[in-house]
């Protein structure tokens, strides 16, 4: 099946960095997600942290952010599992709006862009 992903960045200095994925992993666990202890992006340059929400019969979200760092830029990718249409799914666009609101509000509107892309 294919996947749909959706990227948030920020562009920030390094210092921000931390306390930046603070606010990120805030916003996930507010809506439920846990960072999960493994993942296969280990390793992954730049990979910081994966996130899961377990529905009510334990099974995981088709929604599953993951976090970077990019230089001096921090970026969620949103993975939809099974998103064959060219629309972000409700729980990725609450996200999003979730995380210009928060991030904007503590860094600034001008250094904070959310973008969807297919």
Known sequence: MPNSERAVGLSMTFDDVREAIDVINNVLVVDGFVRL?????QGVPGFVAEYARYE????????LPD??????RIEIHITELGNRSNQAGTITRHLCDEFQRVLGNRYGRGRVRVQLRR
């Open 37 to 41: 202890e493994k993942s296969e992006m």
């Open 56 to 63: 009510s019969g334990g099974f995981k979200s088709y929604v």
């Open 67 to 72: 976090i970077y760092v990019r230089k001096t």
